[in-house]
Structure formats: C-alpha cells, structure tokens
C-alpha cells in the first residue's frame, strides 16, 4: 500500500505508536483536570484523518467482509474493482483514540474514504486547541479539524435494521404496465412524462433507493405508506445522528416538531407513496433504505460527515440511487463557518467527495441544490457541487424556475444546478397524514431519484455515470445550461424511447405477441408483414436467442421455456423494418 509523501512522517507500526498513546492518555487526561469545569459552545466533536490504512485485519481479496453481496455483484456487473479505498478505517487507530478518554470518548462517524473518524470527547468543549495539538502528535493522525458541540447529557446509539428477506427479492426484476390515476399529483411527475415510463411498465421494480434526510415522522402509522411496510419495500433504516434513535419519532415539544420530523416524510412520498387518485409517486415499485443523516434540530459542520458515513453505508448495501434533500452552507457556530460560495468545487467537503466516489461505485446520486437564491449565500449547497451527479434546482408546474433555488454553477466553472423539476408546491404526504403542498429543492430532487430508477429500470444497460449524462442530455435545454436548471427539465420518456436497447420501439398494431407474460411459448404473428427474423435480448442487451426464417411467414412459435425468469427484449424483423417488444418470461 502506498503513503502519500506528505504523510509518511506520521508512519509507524502499532508497536512503535504504542509508547506515545500512553503518554498522550496522560496528557489528556491531566488537562481535563484543567478543563472540566469550563463549559460552552466550542467543540468537541473532532474529525481525525488518519495517515494509512496499515496492517489491517480487512483484505480487498475477502470484500465480503464489509460489502454486501448486492453490492459485490454490481462491482462485478460494471467492471469495478475493489480498492484499498474501500477497506474499513484501521480498527486499531480507533481504539487508540478512544483509549485517550475511555470512559466518555464515543465515535459517532466512521469514513473509509476519507480515512477518518469523527470522535466525541464531551468534556473538552473549552480546550478544542490542547486536544488538536494532543492527537495531532499521534503517529498515524495526519489531521484534526473540531466538527461539532453536543450538550451533555449525551445520548447516542446507533441503529441497524435490515430486512434481508427483500434484499433477496428484490434482485428479481419484474415489470408490468402501471397505468395509475395519479391525482393531484400527476403536477410532479407530468414535467418529465414519468407518467408514461409507468404505464410501459418501467416504476422501479428491482431497484434500490437510499434516502438521506433528517426524520420521517409517522411513516411507520399513516395509512398511505402502510403497502410499503406490507410489501416489504422498506428494506432497513439507519440512525446516525445521536441522541434520537428513532427515525419515525421526534420531540413534540419543539414548536418546528413537524417541519424538523416530517421533511424525510414528504420527500419519501414523492417516490414511494402508490394511493391512486390521490398521490402516486414517481417509484412506487421500488424499494427504499432510510438513514438520517440530518440533526433535525440544528447545523451542524459533522453533519457533512454523516452524509459521507451515509453514503459509504448506501454502498456497501448496493444501493441504485442515494437521494439527499439537504444542501450544506451555513452553520450554527461561527467556528464551523470554514467554506464560502468559492470551496463549491467538489473537493472542499467531505459530503462533496463522498457523493462524487458513490457515482465511481456505481450509484446514481442525486441531492437538492440548495434553496439560497434570494439569500447572501445565494449559490448551490454542498455536496451539490461534486462532480458527475445529478444536482436539482426547482421550477413551478409551468416550467419556470422558482426565485428561491440556488444559482450554479461550481465554484470550478461546472454546469450546476444539473436540472430542474417541481418544487413549487409540490404534492407530498405531511406527517399529520394529509396531503398538501411543499415547496423547496429538496421536493424536486425525489421527483428525479424516483424517475431514474424507473429509467434505469428500463436501460439497464448504462452505467450510474452513462445514465445520468443521458438524463442531461435529455433536457429541454441541453443545447444551452444555465445557472438555474441546468441542462434543463429532462423527458425521461424521450430518453427511454432513443435508447431502449438501441432501437425505437414503433407502433406495432399489425403484430401480436402471446401469451405475454408466458412460462414457455411464444406466438408472433402479424396481419400485415411478412415475418423475417426474430432475436431475444435480455435486460442488459445481451443476445440470448436467434430465430431465421428460412421462408417469410405471418407467424411463427418460439419455445423460451430454457429461458431464465425475467424480463426480454423481443426484436422482431420484417422487410424493411425492425420492431421491439418487452416481454415476460414467469
């Protein structure tokens, strides 16, 4: 393993280090002697990164370690290697730190990208430089820079729950024709005529989304989220914020109870949420992993760590698509203010970075763009500005771009936002159980998630980079980005359409396919062409069965009874024209 040379002075073995640990725990511990009784708003919660990534217990050869098997498969479906980048942070360095203070130090963020852990020391609020100066003397420190002030008494424990029986199900891809009375909020998805992607059959069956957001309050009891539970499309939730431990409840004592709590609540309802006639999202088939990444009550520069410790978490279990309704600018103590407009460049921020290596993973990332336009600030959040993902500003249902969305582009010179979708009164769930309107970046960004998974859905094709690039490309104004939508409001249907396994699927009144869906035969048969040749593709674009006609006939039978259960492509040869047809193999 290489060490870059800037740090190979911190180098030393586990045995070499362990002299100066000791010294540094009685240090630390005599200062807080001198330290306890001051009490305030300084930090004292710090990000430490860590030199290297020597003698690990974890091998990039034994992946199943710390990936899950959805996530090693995809590594191997899109040529991914597994790197040193993605080995655990040295087991041995965390407990070195939490060794200087054992019985009140905690970790409360963990990234193995950034090589860095973010630790708790509770009683040193007002000796942040003595501490910085104590763990920077450490072997294999490379930096410290104070995060966060938690009040005592501290609370935190994270939660982990996973539903692995739907992990397995939903490797399965099914599709059929989803032709929903929408409602209301037909206003969210008609933009981008989703609407049209369900009704072929495309709403996000087999996909995984990861939602980052800071609380989902009453998912668990209102009524339209309810099928989600009984279908199993809540995979799992994450906690990751201390001293909560529930993502569905918050502190009804707070007069922001609901808007804190119910945030995650309304974005999640405009993917997930299927009420016909009522609200019907723009993912309704597809399954969803909820990790609160957010302090609902405040701001907080740790919070850019959660979004990373998030995101490594989204990949490990082989997410599809991460969404995130937040955008980092501004922080509630001074201290933390560290980034202006001009650290937008995709590399400043921890959050930035981590959302920037998802897509290199293989995950289609897309946050909010930040709703600072009116404001000083008034440029793209963070980790908006990290490169290749889809940053989202927001338009009313006319197409307009709302006043309050946040300019782009990068601080680099990058086109930001990417593009644009409704988040002007859009149609979401609140956490009363009603439905009604909110408006802000954060409800055009699951407008977008939700329609990607659908696309990727049906171009499985394309890797998270290629996709998304596609989405781009199919804004309505590609041909001229601006600072407010981007590259535009893309037409994920027209997209769909130009690129459905290569071929335009046409009108194809004078041929019929059936039975479809079918165990083993297949009828093709026309009224008015001579058929010619016939070819069967799977899902990725991969021939699995030819059929030539030696003499043109109106209708031919196919066996596909070999044929493993799933969803195929039908290309259908005539004289003169190809056509396409999906179809069903049970």
């Given at each position: 393993?290489?060490?870059?040379?800037?740090?190979?002075?911190?180098?030393?073995?586990?045995?070499?280090?362990?002299?100066?640990?000791?010294?540094?725990?009685?240090?630390?511990?005599?200062?807080?002697?001198?330290?306890?009784?001051?009490?305030?708003?300084?930090?004292?919660?710090?990000?430490?990164?860590?030199?290297?990534?020597?003698?690990?217990?974890?091998?990039?050869?034994?992946?199943?370690?710390?990936?899950?098997?959805?996530?090693?498969?995809?590594?191997?479906?899109?040529?991914?290697?597994?790197?040193?980048?993605?080995?655990?942070?040295?087991?041995?360095?965390?407990?070195?730190?939490?060794?200087?203070?054992?019985?009140?130090?905690?970790?409360?963020?963990?990234?193995?990208?950034?090589?860095?852990?973010?630790?708790?020391?509770?009683?040193?609020?007002?000796?942040?430089?003595?501490?910085?100066?104590?763990?920077?003397?450490?072997?294999?420190?490379?930096?410290?820079?104070?995060?966060?002030?938690?009040?005592?008494?501290?609370?935190?424990?994270?939660?982990?729950?996973?539903?692995?029986?739907?992990?397995?199900?939903?490797?399965?891809?099914?599709?059929?024709?989803?032709?929903?009375?929408?409602?209301?909020?037909?206003?969210?998805?008609?933009?981008?005529?989703?609407?049209?992607?369900?009704?072929?059959?495309?709403?996000?069956?087999?996909?995984?989304i990861c939602a980052f957001d800071c609380g989902w309050e009453n998912c668990n009891s209102i009524s339209f989220f309810q099928p989600l539970f009984e279908n199993g499309q809540i995979l799992g939730t994450r906690d990751l914020v201390p001293g909560i431990n529930n993502i569905y409840i918050g502190n009804e004592d707070d007069p922001l109870y609901h808007t804190y709590f119910a945030h995650g609540t309304a974005t999640l309802s405009q993917m997930a949420v299927c009420v016909e006639g009522k609200l019907v999202g723009t993912a309704p088939k597809a399954s969803f992993f909820l990790i609160r990444t957010e302090n609902p009550w405040g701001e907080q520069l740790v919070e850019e760590d959660f979004y990373a410790y998030g995101a490594e978490i989204a990949d490990s279990l082989g997410a599809d698509i991460v969404t995130a309704s937040l955008s980092y600018s501004i922080f509630d103590y001074e201290w933390q203010n560290i980034y202006t407009p001009n650290h937008n460049n995709g590399v400043a921020s921890i959050a930035s970075r981590a959302a920037s290596i998802l897509v290199q993973k293989g995950v289609i990332v897309v946050n909010s763009a930040?709703?600072?336009?009116?404001?000083?600030?008034?440029?793209?959040?963070?980790?908006?500005?990290?490169?290749?993902?889809?940053?989202?500003?927001?338009?009313?249902?006319?197409?307009?771009?709302?006043?309050?969305?946040?300019?782009?582009?990068?601080?680099?010179?990058?086109?930001?936002?990417?593009?644009?979708?409704?988040?002007?009164?859009?149609?979401?769930?609140?956490?009363?159980?009603?439905?009604?309107?909110?408006?802000?970046?954060?409800?055009?960004?699951?407008?977008?998630?939700?329609?990607?998974?659908?696309?990727?859905?049906?171009?499985?094709?394309?890797?998270?980079?290629?996709l998304m690039q596609l989405i781009r490309e199919y804004g309505d104004q590609a041909n001229k980005p601006d600072d407010r939508k981007g590259y535009g409001i893309p037409d994920f249907y027209q997209c769909y359409l130009d690129n459905f396994i290569g071929v335009h699927e046409n009108i194809i009144d004078d041929i019929s396919v059936y039975p479809n869906p079918t165990s083993g035969g297949l009828r093709v048969q026309s009224s008015k062409f001579k058929l010619q040749d016939i070819e069967i593709y799977d899902i990725y674009g991969r021939k699995v069965s030819s059929h030539h006609l030696d003499i043109s006939s109106s209708h031919y039978l196919i066996n596909i009874s070999h044929l493993s259960t799933g969803i195929y492509i039908l290309k259908i040869m005539t004289e003169g024209n190809i056509y396409s047809h999906k179809i069903v193999k049970n």
């Open positions: 393993m290489k060490t870059p040379h800037s740090v190979i002075r911190y180098k030393l073995s586990v045995t070499h280090y362990t002299s100066r640990i000791l010294h540094s725990t009685f240090c630390f511990s005599a200062f807080l002697l001198f330290c306890f009784s001051a009490y305030g708003q300084n930090p004292n919660c710090y990000r430490i990164t860590f030199s290297d990534k020597n003698n690990s217990p974890y091998s990039i050869e034994r992946p199943e370690e710390f990936l899950s098997k959805r996530a090693i498969d995809k590594r191997k479906r899109f040529n991914i290697p597994i790197t040193e980048q993605d080995l655990p942070v040295n087991p041995q360095y965390i407990d070195a730190l939490l060794n200087l203070r054992t019985d009140t130090s905690q970790i409360i963020a963990v990234s193995k990208w950034n090589n860095s852990v973010v630790i708790l020391y509770p009683e040193t609020d007002n000796c942040h430089n003595i501490i910085a100066e104590i763990i920077n003397n450490l072997s294999f420190v490379v930096d410290t820079l104070p995060v966060a002030y938690y009040k005592l008494p501290f609370r935190f424990q994270e939660t982990l729950k996973e539903n692995s029986e739907y992990f397995q199900k939903i490797n399965s891809i099914q599709s059929y024709s989803c032709k929903y009375d929408y409602g209301k909020s037909i206003d969210n998805i008609k933009l981008h005529k989703g609407e049209l992607l369900h009704r072929d059959g495309f709403c996000g069956e087999g996909m995984l930040g709703n600072k336009g009116m404001l000083p600030w008034h440029f793209i959040g963070r980790p908006a500005d990290a490169f290749d993902i889809l940053a989202v500003g927001s338009v009313a249902k006319n197409g307009n771009v709302v006043f309050t969305s946040s300019y782009g582009p990068s601080a680099d010179g990058r086109v930001k936002p990417d593009v644009a979708a409704m988040g002007a009164e859009a149609w979401v769930v609140l956490g009363n159980g009603t439905i009604g309107q909110w408006s802000g970046t954060s409800f055009a960004a699951p407008i977008i998630a939700g329609l990607s998974a659908c696309l990727w859905q049906a171009l499985p094709q394309y890797s998270a980079k290629e």
